[in-house]
Nanobody
Framework: QVQLVESGGGLVQPGGSLRLSCAAS????????MGWYRQAPGKQRELAAT???????NYADSVKGRFTISRDNAKNTVYLQMNSLKPEDTAVYYC??????????????WGQGTQVTVSS
């Protein structure tokens, strides 16, 4: 069974930085699009950033210029470097692995989430 294990969350002051990691196992990691999503209390889960198997990245407008997603295929790990954090970045951050499974279909896997709290 596919496993995605996030780490690196915590409490940080506004303007601070955190680096999230997501270690994947039991998947052919290099072919998957990997992503970070987040869900704040009372809100829907939303995209933060994705990175394709080829290394192309996509960011939500709210995090552009502050967050950087990267991947290390040798370590089956995806990272999210978060700088200049704001209180509105407070959320549970989820790692996602996605691969096409046919026309208009994909297989999605999720981690258990890691809490990020930005507060003074």
């Amino acid at each position: 069974q596919v496993q995605l294990v996030e780490s690196g969350g915590g409490l940080v002051q506004p303007g601070g930085s955190l680096r999230l990691s997501c270690a994947a196992s039991r998947i052919m990691f290099s072919i998957y699009t990997m992503g970070w999503y987040r869900q704040a209390p009372g809100k829907q889960r939303e995209l933060a950033a994705t990175i394709t198997s080829g290394g192309s990245t996509n960011y939500a407008d709210s995090v552009k210029g502050r967050f950087t997603i990267s991947r290390d295929n040798a370590k089956n790990t995806v990272y999210l470097q978060m700088n200049s954090l704001k209180p509105e970045d407070t959320a549970v951050y989820y790692c996602n692995a996605r691969v096409a499974a046919g026309p208009s279909r994909s297989n999605d896997y999720w981690g258990q989430g890691t809490q990020v709290t930005v507060s003074s």
